[in-house]
């Protein structure tokens, strides 16, 4: 059985079971990844999220042009300043834009854009060239690295199925559905006599620390409590158990969720607004909880799509594009909006143009909120400036 194929068996603890055949138990290893420098939680906006219509740039009457079916009045455009503004269902974004704990990053992308849907997220989740495949995760490698022995919490996915981003060669990451909804996974005592088989120590190594992993889960889970503000809606509940389990001191280093539902190439207006509604309703009360927990500053949320959409509306919505606009709440960020506004007049055959490369703004995360020296997982684009 491949590694991979194993570790979605093992690995991913759907809906709070696991199952795991009872003779696999296995070799220790130390846990407790230091948070000292911070934590990381990536939100992931699946489908190509529009963000000329999340950040609008209201004063650019080629905006209007080209959107004629699609575009946000500028009466309903929440302003920043005199030329851009947010999407009217993200009052509470806009709030933590004011208060000067969200930064946004312009344009973002990478050279030679794939359209595609998997193969750009696979590009975001390696951190690799678009011409280059890769089958372990920037963040898998950098937990390769980081993790002294097998850290079975050292990545955390709340989501239904396993993300490539923590992929690497050993599981230093775990993948839970629903935090409150664990069983006890083992029964009686761990075997940890090494054989002279090493797939099955290997084995034995995996399926023992995903049961750590459970175990250091559902204590963490039981340390803390809910704040009864969060929106009924998946993302709400993503993001109300990574905050438990940070309030109940996980050694989680980074977190990772998604939101899907931003593929908007018919009925637009409609759909994207109740995405983003939404996404705001869960955002703003994860930045209420941290921020009355004394976590802001400790936290940092990253908030990107795989693409943006095309400049022109296709009558109802919008097809694949390319650069869009990335935004980072929490962890001592700035405040501020890095890059220049779109620009709607120079289009590379009807996309706009990135001017940042994503990989630098993950050099960023990697230098300043987690200690670390992207080169050793072949990051080489310069840390992004003006960030933390």
């Known amino acids: 059985m491949k590694r991979r194929q194993f570790l979605t068996l093992t690995g991913t603890l759907t809906g709070g079971y696991l199952l795991v055949p009872q003779f696999l138990h296995a070799l220790g ?4 990844l230091s948070r000292s420098n911070g934590i990381v939680v990536f939100l992931q906006l699946d489908g190509g999220n529009d963000g000329l219509n999340t950040l609008i740039p209201f004063s650019d009457s080629l905006y ?6 699609i575009s946000i009045s500028r009466e309903q455009v929440i302003r920043i300043n005199r030329d851009l503004g947010w999407h009217p269902r993200l009052e509470g974004i806009a709030s933590i834009q004011q208060a000067g704990h969200l930064t946004v990053i312009q344009n973002v992308g990478y050279p030679n854009p794939n359209r595609s849907h998997f193969r750009s997220q696979e590009i975001w989740e390696t951190a690799s060239d678009s011409n280059i495949y890769m089958d372990k995760g920037w963040l898998g490698r950098y937990l390769d690295i980081q993790c002294e022995d097998i850290e079975p919490v050292a ?3 709340i989501n239904s199925a396993d993300n ?3 992929t690497g060669s050993r599981p230093n990451s775990i993948t839970v559905n629903n935090p409150n909804q664990f069983k006890p996974l083992f029964n009686g005592k761990a075997n940890t006599t090494a054989s002279d088989n090493p797939q099955l120590d290997f084995v034995r190594r995996i399926a023992f620390s995903t049961k750590q992993g459970a175990d250091l889960i559902r204590d963490a889970m039981n340390k803390s409590s ?3 503000y969060y929106p009924s ?16 001191d996980l050694s989680t280093r980074v977190f990772y969720t998604s939101q899907k539902g931003y593929d908007t190439h018919h009925n637009q207006l409609n759909e994207h607004a109740k995405q983003l509604k939404q996404l705001d309703q869960a955002i703003y009360a994860f930045y209420r909880d941290l921020k009355s927990s004394d976590l802001l500053n400790d936290v940092t949320l990253v908030i990107f799509s ?5 400049v022109k509306d296709n009558g109802g919505g919008t097809d694949h594009g390319k650069a869009a606009p990335m935004m980072i709440i929490g962890g001592k960020t700035k405040g501020n909006i890095i890059g220049t506004n779109p620009d709607l007049f120079h289009l590379d055959k009807g996309d706009l143009i990135h001017k940042i490369d994503f990989r630098s703004v993950y050099a ?5 909120k987690l200690a670390f020296d992207p080169s050793k997982i072949n990051i080489k684009q310069k840390a992004l400036s003006g960030l933390f």
Do not use: C, H, M
């Not at 290893?29 to 407790?32: A, K, P």
């Not at 209007?64 to 079916?69: G, I, L, S, V």
């Not at 795989?306 to 095309?310: P, T």
């Open 29 to 32: 290893g130390r846990t407790g």
């Open 64 to 69: 209007y042009t080209f959107r004629p079916n």
């Open 155 to 157: 990545g955390v996915t």
């Open 164 to 166: 490539l981003a923590l």
């Open 226 to 228: 809910d704040t009864g």
């Open 233 to 248: 809606t998946k993302l709400g509940r993503n993001l109300q158990w990574i905050a438990r389990l940070i309030k109940g």
């Open 306 to 310: 795989e693409f943006g959409r095309r």
């Open 364 to 368: 960023s995360i990697l230098n300043d």
